[in-house]
């Protein structure tokens, strides 16, 4: 088994996570965020089930879409309309809603791999 150190290069990468508070591209985030294509924004004042369709895919005919998209709901875990992750499918893209503090391990090995990964999350 080959067992490899994986640093954090992207300026997207999470650095650390506390209940309230997300680390990443270096800067401490205490409101909702999307990563995605390198770029971290603050997300419109929304609870995870008030998104749709349009929040995720909005400028995706300018963009390469990436190959899962995984939502971090906060402490405790939520779900998105089915109908979103039907569509997400249609398009090639897995999308998955975990807790926040799962959604960033998950992030940090995806992005450890080199995956195109997206993600909006909710410290």
Not at 6 to 12: D, R, S, V
Not at 47 to 68: C, I, N, R
Request: glycine share 8%.
């Amino acid at each position: 088994m080959l067992i490899e150190e994986n640093t954090a290069t992207a300026a997207t990468a999470i650095t650390a996570y506390h209940q309230g508070v997300i680390e990443a591209g270096g800067e401490m985030w205490t409101q909702p965020i999307v990563l995605k294509s390198d770029t971290i924004t603050l997300m419109a004042d929304k609870k995870p089930l008030e998104l749709h369709t349009g929040d995720f895919f909005q400028t995706a005919s300018d963009e390469v879409l990436p190959e899962v998209i995984i939502v971090g709901t906060g402490a405790k875990q939520e779900f998105i309309h089915p109908k979103i992750i039907a569509e997400a499918a249609s398009r090639g893209v897995g999308l998955e809603c975990m807790n926040t503090a799962s959604a960033c391990r998950t992030l940090v090995l995806l992005q450890g791999e080199g995956r195109s990964v997206w993600a909006w999350l909710w410290p």
